[in-house]
């Protein structure tokens, strides 16, 4: 009988309820008791929607992030929290975002670093060690939810992240090395295991998704090493790698004292069999053959044509699961009520997933026929989808033939361009401007809102958002910013705002995806090919442009950042639905230019998550990524000034990369991990001008003019001051205005005094 679990499930809830509770208690709109009180009943109705499966997880459950979790189920708490006044929780903010519900703005901390878990659009708080760490367990949240979980009557099976992934994560503040924290990190993880099992539990999920990675050997040697001595503990540990193939890290795994591995079949299905081959007597073998990060129906048929002679082989040793946690999924697709029904029957959210998985168990364990209408319906859905045509589209494919290389080249070279450019705005040294959001509103929502509904016409939704845009024009007036933007009042999302407009995307009602903490992003569906109906920003831009002398900025969501934070058609190589991207967002570039708008701004801040785990892959996906960027962005003029801007992700090992984009300016997120990009720039000599974001905007704390002035600085040090400038790290649509407005005060301050020093 084959075994059927889950390795984690969206926390969010089906109406994002997490994400509105967490911001009533940060805003003093509700209390302690009552957040925790949200939680459990997320939790509780998580493991009801999961009921069907022999083990649920538990532990995947968080208030802001699973991996800060653990700092402080480790107790690894960086020592600039250590003795304020407070309760935990209060520590636990403080730490994700600066603040806690009950500090006022002058009791502010720096708040972790952030950046993305592998290569999801998931971002996670950078723990932080020294070679003086020492850590202690702190088990009692964790407790409580197994404790729930049984009293529920769940059959649970915590989840914690592995010891070496956990070190892997990890950021030193001086020069030592996280791996040497091993010895004294593996005691503690012994005494969380030896706690769990004593309240009972029989199975623990260890993740180890550095395991998808390429390890060098001191790494590859301190797992054998740590699970040798976890081993020790009495309770059965299944080990789960994710997110890709292992590669040479294959024998290795198959080496460790574990219970069970957790394979993903999905990204790696070619080594399946290698694995059964190296499979000891007693050893369960989980495969997670139902994708976790993509929206599509799974083909069960085919899927279980490769299954049956596993299963017949293993027994009750074989596990089937998602290949990952659906965290990076929406909750139910039967929440959705606009999909086009033809394009919904092709669709699968994360209860959707487990429903597949049921039937997968159900027809190994008692038969297909058992389930043959089931089985029945998928295969139509697939088929369905394979020639439907809404997905193709040969006016786009004849494009994608026509791409010539040159295409992708500007006339002259930066510095012959840097001078037309300099002639053409005159601004001063340092100049000053932000990222292109400002905030969203309760009144721009609503006004929104009301469109969708129908209450007010779109000529009426024009006018309030040109009020909008007035508005924040001339804030930046005021301010004194040298080159300022709209503000994308009309913009719901830098992704979806695009996909709306253009052919081959289709949008969710409620396919919320949890970002970080609060945040949740909605992800378009590119179910086709792709193709730009009409001008998507332009008469925006050229309002705005109208309401101040001042160079405007137009503002577009790049190729290779719509691709990866997009749920991707899975038919084509993500490459060529790159390539038809670039020439939609070509289109708009060329317009804009003909509009006069004389400085654009592609974003492309997904551009280092889409590299595969493996560095020995990286090199082909950048020769495509940075292509399709180019292809957008390069047939201007030299006097056209592009911008892109990158955040929230480590880009110092792919700095040569970023330079071969080309950009004439690139905004880049520095603030919360101190400049650490600039160590890039000791053995790089960046050619073009680069503004290292000084405004940390995922806070809610104002950045002093004085820190502001010390960054950049810092960064004068290794880039001339005549290719600088100065601007927050992100877009300011999360944000108030009365966050917003001293905070970009601060920064204009603090480029006057640089001008002035």
């Known amino acids: 009988m084959a075994i059927l679990h889950n390795l984690g499930f969206p926390r969010i809830g089906r109406k994002r309820e997490l994400k509105k509770a967490l911001e009533a208690y940060w805003q003093g709109q509700s209390s302690e008791s009552e957040l925790e009180q949200t939680a459990a009943q997320l939790r509780a109705q998580n493991w009801q929607l999961q009921q069907g499966l022999d083990w649920l997880p538990v532990g995947d459950f968080s208030l802001y992030d699973q ?5 402080f189920t480790l107790g690894n708490i960086p020592a600039r929290l250590q003795h304020l006044a407070g309760s935990e ?16 703005a002058c009791s502010c901390i720096h708040a972790g670093e952030m950046t993305k878990w592998f290569d999801t659009n998931y971002h996670y708080i950078v723990p932080e060690v020294t070679a003086q760490t020492e850590f202690s ?8 939810q197994f404790r729930e979980a049984k009293a529920q009557g769940v059959q649970a099976k915590p989840v914690l992240i592995g010891p070496l992934t956990y070190l892997w994560l990890c950021k030193a503040k001086d020069q030592s090395e996280p791996l040497a924290l091993l010895p004294r990190l593996l005691p503690v993880y012994q005494q969380l295991l030896q706690t769990l099992q004593q309240a009972g539990a029989e199975w623990i999920q260890l993740d180890e998704p550095i395991l998808a990675t390429e390890l060098s050997e001191p790494w590859q040697l301190a797992f054998v090493s740590a699970y040798s001595l976890l081993a020790e503990v009495p309770v059965k540990l299944l080990l789960a790698s994710y997110f890709g193939q292992l590669g040479a890290n294959l024998p290795l795994l198959q080496a460790l004292p574990v219970a069970g591995i957790h394979l993903d079949a999905v990204r790696g299905r070619a080594e399946v069999q290698q694995v059964l081959q190296g499979l000891a007597p007693q050893q369960v073998l989980s495969l997670g053959v139902i994708d976790g990060r993509n929206i599509w129906k799974t083909d069960l048929t085919a899927v279980l044509d490769w299954l049956e002679p596993i299963a017949a082989l293993l ?3 074989l596990w089937l699961a998602p290949s990952c946690s659906l965290l990076h999924v929406p909750v139910d697709l039967d929440s959705e009520q606009k999909l086009l029904p033809e394009l919904k029957n092709w669709l699968a959210f994360a209860k959707q997933k487990l429903q597949e998985l049921q039937i997968l168990g159900l027809a190994l364990n008692q038969g297909r026929l058992l389930v043959a209408e089931a089985l029945i319906d998928n295969a139509a859905a697939i088929a369905s989808r394979r020639q439907s045509a809404l997905v193709h589209n040969p006016a786009v494919q004849q494009a994608l033939q026509q791409i010539r290389p040159e295409q992708a080249q500007r006339q002259s070279p930066y510095p012959v361009r840097a001078q037309q450019q ?12 932000t990222i292109g959001s400002f905030p969203q509103t309760t009144a721009i929502r609503q006004a929104r809102l009301a469109l969708k509904k129908g209450t007010i016409s779109a000529a009426q939704y024009r006018d309030q958002m040109q009020t909008e845009i007035a508005h924040a024009v001339a804030q930046q007036e005021q301010l004194g910013l040298d080159v300022l933007v709209h503000g994308e009042a009309e913009r719901n999302d830098m992704v979806e705002y695009f996909g709306e407009q253009l052919s081959g995307f289709a949008f969710s009602q409620h396919g919320w995806v949890q970002s970080y903490g609060s945040r949740c992003v909605k992800p378009p569906i590119i179910y086709g090919d792709i193709s730009r109906p009409q001008p998507m920003t332009v008469a925006w831009t050229q309002y705005a442009q109208s309401l101040t002398t001042k160079p405007m900025k137009g503002m577009l969501t790049g190729p290779v950042t719509m691709l990866n934070w997009s749920f991707v058609r899975d038919d084509q190589p993500r490459q060529q639905t790159c390539l038809q991207l670039a020439l939609a967002i070509r289109q708009e570039v060329q317009d804009l230019e003909a509009a006069g708008v004389g400085i654009i701004q592609i974003d492309e801040a997904a551009l280092r998550e889409g590299l595969p785990l493996r560095q020995s892959e990286w090199q082909q996906y950048l020769d495509w990524a940075v292509f399709a960027f180019k292809l957008c962005a390069n047939g201007v003029a030299d006097s056209t000034q592009i911008h892109t801007h990158m955040c929230y992700s480590e880009f110092n090992d792919i700095i040569a990369e970023i330079a071969a984009l080309d950009a004439d300016v690139i905004t880049i997120e520095t603030s919360r991990s101190d400049m650490e990009l600039l160590r890039a720039f000791e053995h790089f000599d960046y050619p073009n001008q680069i503004g290292p974001g000084v405004y940390d905007i995922h806070s809610p704390n104002t950045p002093t003019t004085a820190q502001m002035v010390k960054l950049m600085q810092k960064a004068a040090q290794q880039i001339p001051a005549q290719r600088l400038w100065v601007n927050p790290d992100c877009g300011l649509k999360t944000r108030q205005w009365s966050e917003v407005l001293p905070a970009l005060k601060n920064m204009v301050a603090a480029a006057q005094q640089l001008r002035q020093n």
């Open 315 to 317: 027994g009750d040793r």
């Open 89 to 104: 929780l209060d520590n636990y903010f403080r730490l994700a975002r600066g603040r806690s519900a009950q500090d006022s």
């Open 422 to 433: 300099a002639a053409r705005f005159a601004l001063p040294l340092y100049p000053t401007t």
């Open 67 to 71: 991996v800060l979790d653990l700092s």
């Open 137 to 144: 367990l702190q088990s009692s949240r964790l407790l409580q």
